[in-house]
Every structure is written in structure tokens, then in C-alpha cells.
């Protein structure tokens, strides 16, 4: 969980590149954030340029993640805007 909490300050400052290993390595670990981590993933992928990768952590985030949460809600917006991007 220590890990998952630095991963976490790293994306809300803005340091994609350095929380996205930290999101890897967290990938398969704590099941019960698996759908956290799959948005950190995603958004880290997004934010450094590499949309076409996010997609499928952000499509897997979604299947981990109750349907009406503010980050299933933030994940199909992010979903929109590169469907709108690479049509």
C-alpha cells in the first residue's frame, strides 16, 4: 500500500513518467485497488503521449471499478477524448 500511496502523489503532481513503473510493478498486487491501479496505469500511459496503450488498462480499470464512481466516470470521459483524437 506504501508503494500504491507514492504512486498516487507522484500522478496528482503531475509525474506521470516516474508513478508509471510504479504502477506496473503494482499491477498485479493488491486485487482489491486493481481498479486504481489500472486508472494510474492509464492515466500515466495518456499523460506521457502513449494514448493507444492506455486504452486497454483504462477498458480493464472499468471492469474493476463500481459503474457510478467518479473514476469509472473519469475513465470513459479520458475513453472519449482519444476515441475524439484518433477516430
Same mark, same amino acid.
Not at 508503494?3 to 510504479?22: C, F, Q, S, T, V
Not at 492509464?42 to 486497454?56: D, F, K, M, S, Y
Given at each position: +500500500?506504501?508503494?500504491?500511496?507514492? +504512486?498516487?502523489?507522484?500522478?496528482?503532481?503531475?509525474?506521470?513518467?516516474?508513478?508509471?513503473?510504479?504502477?506496473? +510493478?503494482?499491477?498485479?498486487?493488491?486485487?482489491?485497488r486493481r481498479g486504481e491501479i489500472l486508472y494510474g496505469l492509464?492515466?500515466?500511459?495518456?499523460?506521457?503521449?502513449?494514448?493507444?496503450? +492506455?486504452?486497454?488498462h483504462y477498458l480493464e480499470a472499468l471492469i474493476n471499478l463500481p459503474a457510478d464512481s467518479p473514476l469509472a466516470r473519469e475513465i470513459k470521459a479520458r475513453l472519449a477524448q482519444l476515441r475524439k483524437a484518433n477516430p
Open positions: +500500500a506504501l508503494l500504491k500511496n507514492k +504512486a498516487d502523489l507522484l500522478l496528482a503532481g503531475g509525474r506521470y513518467a516516474e508513478a508509471l513503473p510504479i504502477y506496473q +510493478a503494482l499491477k498485479e498486487t493488491l486485487p482489491e492509464g492515466l500515466c500511459l495518456h499523460q506521457t503521449g502513449r494514448g493507444r496503450e +492506455a486504452v486497454p
